[in-house]
């Protein structure tokens, strides 16, 4: 023989079981704040590079970077000496062709000082790729 279930005791458990659900569930997932970009960190300077200079007496270093090279020279000669330096900037021009642009300047310097000579390469408006000293000669 079977009972039949009171209708308070069918609404008693579903509203239990309907409670239980509700609070039950799993908590929201919380999303974390999206990170903060790292700060862009300026580029180091390129290293100064010691280059032949021809001259015994002459010593020099280039640094090379974003279209300009700077020559430090040392000039521990007992008289003037002249420097012919040459540099060379690839660009990548508007339109997407690569050219090469030069540079040549000459400087004189008193005997036993120290000066510098600054190359800047001209790409005419497009993307400088390279800057590396091509040459330098002093007499």
Known sequence: MRTAKKPWNVLLGSSAVAALLGCAGAPAPTVAPPALPAKPTAAEPAAKEPIETGSTCVKAESQCDGGECVLTIKNGCDQAASCDAAMTT????????????????????????DGEIRLVGDCQGGEILRTAMKSIVCK
């Open 90 to 113: 690839t660009c990548k021009s508007p339109v997407g062709e690569m050219v090469e642009a030069a540079r040549r300047k000459r400087q004189t310097f008193a005997a036993k000082t």
